[in-house]
């Protein structure tokens, strides 16, 4: 078994969301050795359930996506591990990965598939999990926003990421109010456009969120308790790029891999896809970004090949 664990892989796939598990169904069915590690923290695992996953006209929860994708790639062969990957080297041969549990892996080249984290509202897990599935706590307005139409909108804003979510909102309601952190944040211009457009504002700090079955409360100091039927957070988010640092990949003034990063990251061998690479972070991308990464990935092993081949002869 040891043995096993620790044979060089021609790929290693750090995640195991869509994108993650999109690249291992292609690199599979390139009859590629593959090794897919996970720490079983997806996003998509917390999704209750999409409505804009591409052939779900009905939606689809977020852990049955994960297990149907992961069960299509370990029908061809793919090898699904949940293990944290806490450090990557380049070696003269590939890559050398060294697990929280002190074991390593080994492969010839790598895909980059770990994500973003959230910056959460201050709530006790198990709320604010309830929260989210009760559908009255959203991140995703790209997502979920057409769900909300003609609801009572709540955006919790930071920076100018509160006014931008706040005014895409718009478009699906006439009752959006914007909460930013502090009123300062918003520079004149965007308090005249939040006014033209119709998006109400409510200054003053947050003292709590107060989610129940079908609402959720909001107490800002100095003001009458506010209720809305969801609120959106927009408080940015942090790409789990350590690896990918580690690697000496270059990234972007937010923290992702930068979007050639897909098809060339600038490390031989190393290729990124899904959230932590910078874009629109959506289902469907992060499956585009899986089949490029895994397709670049199989023709830079098949260029290796070749050019060892080239040099015996």
Known sequence: MAAELNARRDVVIIGAGPAGLAAALYLARYRRDILVLHDGKSRALRIPLTHNAPGFPDGIRGPELIARMTRHAVQYGAAVEEAEVVMIDAVADGFHLRLKDGSTRASRAVILATGIELNQVDLPDAVHEAAIRAGVLRYCPVCDGYEHTDRRIGVIGCDSNGAAEALFLRQYSDDVTLMPLSHPELSPAQVQ????????????????????????????????????????????????????????????????????????????GVFAAGDVVEGLDQISVAMGHGAIAATKAHNWLREQDHDTLQAKA
């Open 193 to 268: 456009e939040l006014a033209a457009s119709g998006v109400g504002v409510e200054t003053g700090p947050l003292l709590a969120l107060e989610p129940v079955a079908d609402r959720i409360g909001v107490r800002l100091e100095g003001r009458a308790p506010l209720e809305f039927d969801v609120i959106y957070p927009a408080l940015g988010c942090r790409p789990r790029s350590v690896l990918a640092e580690q690697l000496g990949i270059g990234l972007t003034g937010a923290g992702c891999v930068s979007a050639a990063g897909v098809a060339d990251s600038g490390v031989p």
